[in-house]
């Protein structure tokens, strides 16, 4: 086992730690080790929202989620003689859960998947579902099942949901005036068009006094990828897996976090994935001026790893980016998406789940979003595939109609 | 083999045949065969411009190319018993280019992929390849491989980029209105919003006289997918898949074509896809009222087969939907995807090819086109996966840097 | 489709074509065509009985057939350059069944599987299944059904199941002299331990006269597997597969048949696997001095195709060498294999099907044939796989008993 | 993480531990533990030579490895309610190595593969390999890489070697005299032809007296697989996987050990795997009568899980039973696969690796050993795999010819 250079003690809140991290993007927050090229070593995680969604029967903590200490993010880890320019080479060499006892923190041999009430943070498919939702689902090795959604079993894909590299201060300039630009359109909307800075609930390190203040009203939240990376929700991004940043800080700052045991393509219900602690081991190198060698001057390119589980059969549900409502959207892929999850929710209620419980699944499990035609003028076409073998019963359609699951389970609702 | 429903010589134009299929939509355009659940046929299909598109070295005839004739669909095959409200389930059980002699039609021995004008069909970066250009590809049994592109080879998936049933009176009513209303929005745009129907090169099986008329001036276009189906272009839709399609017109009046050798998804150049002319065994069956029963009242449903070839190795690219001039977009997988393909542009032009070489190999090698996070405000992040296989240089980073491809070999470019 | 240059009439015999081929290796046999490295071609096969097993409910034509005749090998091929010592490259580009209309020969949409008499060429197991047993398989696009064996679907994995360059006659020489050695060690026993050289039914191209007569009393039986690759039924050197052979006759003399449409690793019902007649598009290379430089003195190595059908579940059975009387036997895993298939055969009738029926199921479904530990005395350990999805039922074991199949269908058993 | 009933303390020897395993089969070994069915739990497992191999460049621990001390097992585990005629399902939930600082112990951070002498062991292909070497390797997360051999790197399928339930006295009676008679038949052959009680060495949990050393005297070795599963050393009885076991005495009385990082099929070098201590996670579970509803009297049948390293590239090797001296053998399929892994063996030395080498890589590495023809007499056909992927150089065949390693490491022989 590599050495841990960040480690998390699951009884204390993350600002208690020995050594701090962070929950926005900024250059200046300080390294909390140096690494070199080369080296290998363990970081530990806390699960996003620092122990506030507990394993019980009750979506509250859902409803009143703190969106403002997101992404509780391990790091920086400066790695010696890395320069704007290069790119980080970081190889995930292992991620799992936190491997101690049963306990209280999500990571300690179970996680969650929320559906976020409109009014905070929303979600993929929120004008449908506005409420507040949660389902805890227990691991059981590699596998994950809930109580909260019966006949569903699958293997979990783990990985790190947001990974990156600290921007520079212009690239950070950048952000703010485009995302600010954009909220600037519609400062009402609900959910927000973009999140601006926030010093509220920022933890910035071991920054204090002035600096912390001048950087908690720059710093980026944490929620949007962008070039550095970022919260890309990539649910391939497991054990095995090569990924190439570009650095536009001395030293790089590679910061990391949001674990999950697994996730479906596109995260769709915002906490969509299976949420959890845990630890991760890292092998960093560096490829000097590699940015501008292989044209990577933004937004992570990876290799990823070759043992993802194996399924051979799905049951794929397409799309087109024509609204609920009949109205024609020109080429709009984002739409076509919803539509296909929307076709896959509608179909998984006949084999006798709730809908809010297939939204659950379509985050949570190891779905595959793909795009399909985006071309033919007015429709983007979009499918989604689920893999038959997760479902204690056969989902495919038949002459002989669905097999109703049992009834009984249901995924909790916040209460109002 | 299976009997030979609509057969087509390779020698004639599509309108010469024995029987006639048609390249738009409409419930009235009569079937050229009954088929009984349970039966399993041949369909010969050819390609999509009907042979307007040569295997030579100029791009003239994609900059040329006759869009009021697209799709070439054999069809509708009416199947007895199919009722409105019932699910047809298509079996694809084999499709291939045409089994005969080498010679000048697509599909017999080679395939072509075009990146189409902006001023003729455009694509998915047009306003970064704005002119035409052209690659063809050699067959070589399940292998494509291109004087035009070197260094390449890949596995086909073939599968036929267009299948689907008839649409209802109200169904086609409702698409010409929606897509009319769209169009309405921004008439003089090029490319335009949508198509409106156009008598100009329809063909409609065999109807004449006046109900030809009827029929041109009202049928739908064929290159958006829709409801029915349609021209979804997805590429995992080949030998050994089951499909599930919405009846709309009593016997359901499938049709199909536009067979691809292989495609990657989305299909970004529009006519991405290695085009061809072929042949395609299906057998059909019905599920009574399946539309109510499993709640698939719009779009395909399918089971992919499986049979795809397998690789293990990907590079993959991220992009966010944040424009090339730095504005930000709200959740927008269809830039955001956009994104990622430019990445992979500029990456595989460090390793020798141009531009667009790059840009073929994207839409026509079985490239894989996930949505990542949608969710996070404001960014929505596509990746895009290229099987580091089908190039003969190894082309993942490295601090050795890219080992360019042999120069000399280009992509045909149409003159102006 | 490339240029065929070994055609077969399905209407005529194999010894009435245009070209005939041969069913007997030996280095003087003359080549029915010359290619030259690059060239790619189509060759037809015929089924390995020349159309003796018909496609009918009795299984007296596998307990009488004609097991002189076997195989009919399309060739030699002749490869312009190839000199002794060289590598044969050979790419299978295609290969598939006859591809024209419905007939009476093996391969024209059907196959059939065989358990052959003890006396009349046995079997892996042919000491439990001493009596003649027949299966058809009816094939759809990629798929095999039986009307003998109910319940059971799979995707063909079609491949030759021989193929090999022409012996030299020192290599013919040592053949004749090691398996006549073998031979007599126990000349009466039935089976017998090898085949001796056999003039009657011998097939030897153009030959005629005295060079009939004198290569027909020396040339080798096809039936076994030897340095020059031949009959090694290796079920996954199918499309796109590239094979290496050693040369040792100038100009390599390749010969190939035995066309499979689908087959279990061992091919262990003898003629186990789906045996059709089809065609095979292959395009060959060489490797000068390629023998020396790789260390391939003899036997084929290859690198398989990338697109097998995949199956992610498979149930396995494991067996040790110890007899079915219960003596051991010292690290055979031959008979541990057999130990295995039997436990799986044992299984399967559980589920309702007749002890043959499994045993024909093992023969010609994918199933995967594995060595496990073979150094831990005295037990060698093998295992067998069977994919479960092949089953309409779920055959895994659980506390609620096998679901057993229809009843009615079984494999037709000859009489005496 | 599920409760630990075995714990195991990585600075003591195995014979130390506050609970105390075993290393020999006898119905009358008292349990550590009972668990209940659908109970899960974790068990610490020792390397099978509790520590005689050091992570050193020296072979001379393998020379003198002490066979009479293996395999470390872990348990029994008595099962409630499991009765004689039951099936026991036991779930590997999770398996991987010490999950501790890194030490002297193998499984902290390390393994090994030896070649055992012929005097202490042999191997798969000790006539050619008599000499004892050793490769140790390095776990970087999921993959490993030896010091002793350049230029390969593959992930781990970590999976125990061994696991099994407790013979009855009867079954136990039956191995006793087989093996026996097996040995009475050349009682002088290196390595012996089968290894008789041996009390020297024997560790049986808690017994001590004169129950001791009836059991002692009467206990079967745990090196072969049996039918009660055993050593079987299957390589894809790895996480995920369900494994069914026969149950021969109340309670079932599970016992395990011998975790490998990796292993090829057949763990050819005899410790061919990479050999660790670790922790496995199970779930057990029992159906009643099992034995007799399914037809499962002996060996383990079971359901591989779907998390195996996917490789889509392999080099084959084929291999006939005939000898290296040119005896011919009738249908060997052990002498088969020894002749393919020679030739995979001689093929590797053209790269440049040394034939110890090679043969520690086919023991170690996740090759694929597959029965081919098994029916065609006289001679089996034996198949090996080798993924490409694995090694840093292409091994593929070409006219080009071999790209050699970088020189210099070696794998360490014992002195004499």
Redesign the interface.
């Known amino acids: 086992?590599p050495e841990v250079l960040f480690p998390l003690d699951s009884t204390k809140k993350f600002t208690e730690q020995v050594l701090v991290g962070h929950n926005r993007w900024h250059p200046d927050i300080p390294a909390v080790a140096t690494v070199r090229p080369g080296q290998?070593f363990r970081v530990d995680c806390r699960e996003w929202f620092d122990g506030a969604i507990h394993n019980d029967d009750s979506a509250d903590d859902v409803r009143d989620a703190p969106l403002p200490i997101v992404h509780a993010l391990s790091g920086p880890f400066s790695v010696s003689g890395a320069e704007p320019g290069d790119?980080l080479?970081v190889?995930?060499?292992?991620v799992g859960p936190i491997?101690?006892?049963?306990g209280p923190l999500a990571g300690q041999?179970w996680g969650y998947t929320g559906i976020f009430p409109k009014q905070n943070g929303?979600?993929?498919l929120t004008d449908y579902f506005p409420d507040a939702y949660k389902a805890i689902w227990d691991f059981?090795?590699?596998?994950a099942t809930s109580r909260h959604i019966p006949g569903v079993t699958f293997?979990g894909m783990i990985h790190p949901?947001l990974m990156g590299t600290a921007p520079s201060a212009a690239l950070l300039a950048?952000w703010n005036q485009?995302?600010g630009?954009?909220r600037a359109t519609d400062p009402d909307r609900v959910?927000?068009?973009?999140?601006p800075p926030l010093p509220d609930g920022a933890i910035l390190g071991s920054l204090t006094g002035a600096d912390f203040d001048r950087v908690a009203a720059e710093a980026a939240r944490t929620?949007?990828?962008?070039?550095n990376?970022g919260?890309?929700?990539?649910?391939?991004m497991t054990?095995?897996t090569r990924v190439?940043y570009p650095v536009y800080v001395p030293g790089a700052n590679l910061s990391l976090g949001d674990l999950h045991f697994s996730q479906g393509?596109?995260?769709?219900?915002?906490c969509?994935a299976i949420e959890m602690g845990g630890f991760i081991?890292l092998?960093v190198d560096v490829?000097?001026g590699?940015m501008t060698?292989?044209?990577?001057s933004?937004?992570?390119?990876?290799?990823?790893?070759?043992?993802?589980?194996?399924?051979?059969?799905?049951?794929?549900?397409?799309?087109?980016s024509?609204t609920t409502d009949?109205?024609?959207?020109?080429?709009?892929?984002?739409l076509a998406?919803q539509?296909?999850c929307l076709?896959a929710i509608?179909?998984l209620?006949?084999f006798g789940y709730s809908p809010e419980q297939a939204y659950l699944i379509l985050g949570a499990a190891p779905i595959?979003?793909?795009?399909?035609?985006?071309?033919?003028?007015?429709?983007?076409?979009?499918?989604v595939?689920l893999p038959?073998?997760i479902f204690d019963v056969d989902v495919?359609?038949?002459?002989a109609?669905?097999t109703r699951i049992k009834p009984g389970a249901s995924a909790p609702k916040s209460t109002f």
Request: aromatic share 10%; glycine share 14%; net charge negative.
């Open positions: 086992m290998s790119l080479v190889d995930i060499l292992d491997p101690q006892e049963t041999g929303g979600g993929f059981s090795g590699q596998q293997t949901g950048k485009r995302e630009a954009l959910p927000p068009l973009s999140l929620a949007p990828p962008r070039e990376g919260n890309q929700d990539i649910k391939n054990k095995g190439f393509d596109g995260e769709i219900t915002f969509g081991d092998h490829i000097k590699g060698t292989y044209g990577v933004e937004n992570a390119i990876f290799l990823p790893g070759n043992v993802a589980p194996q399924y051979s059969q799905w049951l794929a549900f397409s799309g087109i024509v009949g109205e024609q959207r020109y080429l709009d892929s984002q998406f539509r296909a076709h509608d179909y209620t006949k595959e979003g793909r795009f399909s035609g985006v071309v033919d003028i007015p429709n983007s076409c979009a499918t595939y038959t073998a495919r359609p038949s002459a109609g669905p």
